[in-house]
T-cell receptor, first 114, second 110 residues
Framework: EADIYQTPRYLVIGTGKKITLECSQT?????MYWYQQDPGMELHLIHY???????EKGDLSSESTVSRIRTEHFPLTLESARPSHTSQYLC?????????????FGEGSRLTVL | QQQVKQSPQSLIVQKGGISIINCAYE??????FPWYQQFPGKGPALLIA?????SEKKEGRFTISFNKSAKQFSLHIMDSQPGDSATYFC?????????FGKGTRLSVIA
């Protein structure tokens, strides 16, 4: 069973608020990812990190930012939430290697911005 | 431009039947092709994966068929059960993060 945790699971917040979605894993994985999942199911990569102090933007442009100060922790921050940010955010991790390997996903953070 | 195209978007199968989901990719640098299963309220979980050096991989009732020349791969679920009702995603990667298909919502009815 994967040990990757996301908090909060559900968040309803007003426009303009700053929010941070937390993601932690206890598997010692170097690689971590944030995916945005829209109601139509599709998964879009918005950020990823291959190690401490390394972050990259994904395929989908996002106003969110991420940090990777510790191997096990990969938080995502929205400085000023808007209704267009309403979505499910999924964090994942994987072992280092030459290809992506198995991704372990958290259960997601469902964000609603009013 | 979608790198992995998945079909159908939804699928209804009778209990005991075969469920088939198809994916096609463009990038010949891809060398890892997994399928993920997602239940409502949960994150996706790896179901089965294949690398291009084999044409088929079977794990229990789940089989991946891979056609390198056609750049296509498919998931077959034999003896489909109501508990298989979920959303299925194909994915692909090379030396890059996984890219996912749009997903297939499978419903297995009794």
């Amino acid at each position: 069973e994967a040990d990757i945790y996301q908090t909060p699971r559900y968040l309803v917040i007003g426009t303009g608020k700053k929010i941070t979605l937390e993601c932690s894993q206890t598997m010692g994985h170097d690689k971590m990812y944030w995916y945005q999942q829209d109601p139509g199911m599709e998964l879009h990569l918005i950020h990823y990190s291959y190690g401490v102090n390394s972050t990259e933007k994904g395929d989908l442009s996002s106003e969110s930012t991420v940090s990777r100060i510790r191997t096990e922790h990969f938080p995502l921050t929205l400085e000023s939430a808007r209704p267009s940010h309403t979505s499910q955010y999924l964090c994942a991790s994987s072992k280092a290697g030459t290809s992506a390997g198995e991704l372990f996903f958290g259960e997601g953070s469902r964000l609603t911005v009013l | 431009q979608q790198q992995v195209k998945q079909s159908p978007q939804s699928l209804i199968v009778q209990k005991g039947g075969i469920s088939i989901i198809n994916c096609a990719y463009e990038n010949t640098a891809f060398d890892y092709f997994p399928w993920y299963q997602q239940f409502p309220g949960k994150g996706p979980a790896l179901l089965i994966a294949i690398r291009p050096d084999v044409s088929e991989k079977k794990e229990g009732r789940f089989t991946i068929s891979f056609n390198k020349s056609a750049k296509q791969f498919s998931l077959h679920i034999m003896d489909s059960q109501p508990g298989d009702s979920a959303t299925y995603f194909c994915a692909a990667s090379g030396n890059t993060p996984l890219v996912f298909g749009k997903g297939t919502r499978l419903s297995v009815i009794a």
